[in-house]
């Protein structure tokens, strides 16, 4: 039995890192401790937070000795901020720790006892390398507005206008925001009684263009397209949550940020001004409507692989599920493409396509690629992606990849060579993998952001029939714990 009580004070060697970047480390009688913000090697001394009976939570109190992995943060917020969990690391150690994640879950949780796995891809731009941002918005102590990131586990914002993974015109915009807020006693959202205005400012940036997109997501519903029709009800308007934005404010919003642009780096430049409704209480960040008030409602990135020698422009909303990374994706992609080994005969399934991206990738190489996603505006996006890029030979289809599959091959009698899937991090729901073991693709090129889940999807397919050819981890992610795998399995004769 331990002798360690919640409030007191234990020194601790911190010995290895939990699945949220937390310091593990062992007490003088072998009480382990999670401690966030420490390293491999840290010996530290912390305040006991949460005491269960073979383990706890604790806080860093001092750093006795220093890793030879631990650095000094960059970005002022690291310690106070949920989102960068490794900033602490230096880079290399936080690539081998990735790459030893990703082993480790393959093995214990995938059952493959010596997997194929590759080397992790490194990135060059370790920093300034997310192309979107999301900032909820509050007040501080001072009753002035502020935007931030939320402190770890909690929905406490600490202010931070300049993420050093994100883009540097994030700063610009958030300060005129905040400006234009203070300056016309605009309020922040207050999650706790469900008063205020501005919730959350999004903002994406094409990493290839330039194109910068801003999304302002306001507590309340959408205005009615036509509020003077004699049918508009008086009920109906008595619904609104909230009065929503004058059209003075949006005027001088607007011609704010149009003119900081000018700030911005070069060849970087507004094209979109947008703000979404959310009048629900939740933690979903935006709501189901979208209105453009200045500019397009979308930017325009393109990825290029320059092994195969071809360009895919993508247009992205404010809704887009686009990767964060263009320097990595490109090479994710890449990968993906060497690992089908098409040669322009083959049919390509794309069952979490979202707005087409791996899809028309590989309809450059591929004779006809299908497209099956849940979510209807995804498939519109696809769809007008491919025409965007004078794409005739992908197809794309709305709903459960598992209903709609089967239906296909029922009624046109499709077969499929390739199956890709880039799930969410929950990873491939179970019907999904049935659906594919019915298809019997020769190849099933798996792309996840959750090594845990990915292990788990694999130890399913190759319990039937498949087996594990090939595993890459990338780092999509830097700074933080999560990682990028793409893997491919072949089908057994």
């Known amino acids: 039995m331990h002798s360690e009580k919640k409030n007191e004070t234990v020194s601790l060697h911190v010995t290895d890192l939990g699945r949220h970047g937390e310091g593990i480390g062992k007490t003088a009688d072998g009480y382990t401790l999670f401690v966030p913000g420490t390293v491999p090697g840290d010996e530290v001394e912390a305040l006991i937070l949460k005491a269960g009976k073979t383990f706890g939570y604790g806080k860093l109190r001092q750093i006795r000795k220093a890793s030879p992995d631990r650095v000094v943060p960059v970005c002022p917020c690291a310690d106070s901020c949920g989102g960068c969990q490794l900033q602490f690391m230096k880079y290399e150690a936080q690539l081998a720790w990735k790459q030893k994640k990703v082993r480790d879950d393959l093995i214990r949780i995938g059952g493959i006892q010596e997997p194929p796995l590759e080397p992790i891809s490194g990135m060059q731009k ?109 009920k109906r308007r008595k619904k609104k949550k909230a009065e929503g934005l004058r059209t003075e404010w949006k005027n001088e919003l607007i011609r704010r940020l149009t003119e900081a642009d000018s700030f911005f780096e070069e060849g970087s430049f507004l094209t979109g001004l947008t703000i979404n409704y959310n009048p629900e209480n939740t933690n979903v960040i935006l709501g189901k409507r979208t209105e453009c008030i200045w500019g397009k409602p979308y930017l325009l990135d393109r990825l290029t692989s320059e092994k195969y020698g071809f360009s895919v422009t993508y247009q992205i909303s404010s809704q887009s599920f686009y990767q964060v990374n263009h320097e990595q994706t490109q090479k994710i992609y890449e990968k993906v493409l060497d690992l089908a080994e098409l040669t ?150």
């Open 126 to 234: 370790k920093l300034r390398y997310r192309n979107k941002a999301q900032f909820p918005v509050g007040t501080g102590k001072d009753g002035k507005p502020v935007a931030g990131f939320y402190a770890g586990h909690s929905h406490r914002i600490v202010p931070c206008s300049d993420c050093q993974l994100g883009a540097k015109e994030n700063a610009t915009v958030i300060r005129v925001i905040l400006e234009w807020m203070q300056e016309f006693h605009i309020p922040a959202y207050d999650e706790q009684t469900g008063n205020g205005l501005v919730r959350h400012v999004l903002i994406r940036k094409g990493t290839a263009t330039g194109e910068i997109l801003v999304c302002l997501v306001i507590n309340s519903t959408a205005p009615e397209k036509d509020n003077r029709n004699p049918g508009y009800s008086q």
């Open 344 to 493: 322009g005969t083959e049919t390509v399934l794309d069952l979490y396509c979202g707005i087409g991206t791996i899809s028309l990738y590989l309809a450059r190489r591929a004779a006809h690629v299908i497209g099956v996603e849940i979510v209807p505006q995804a498939i519109e996006d696809a769809r007008k992606n491919a025409e965007l890029n004078d794409i005739q030979h992908a197809e794309f289809f709305t709903g459960r990849a598992e209903k709609v599959v089967p239906e296909l091959v029922r009624q046109k009698n499709i077969h499929a060579d390739v199956v890709v899937v880039d799930p969410p991090r929950k990873g491939c729901d179970p019907e999904l993998l049935q659906t594919i073991l019915q298809i019997s693709p020769e190849k099933i090129i798996y792309v996840s952001c959750d090594p845990a889940t990915l292990s788990r999807d694999i130890k399913y397919l190759t319990e039937n029939g498949y087996r594990l050819a090939y595993a890459k981890p990338y780092d999509q992610f830097g700074m933080t714990v999560h990682v990028e795998t793409v893997c491919l399995l072949t089908r057994i004769k």
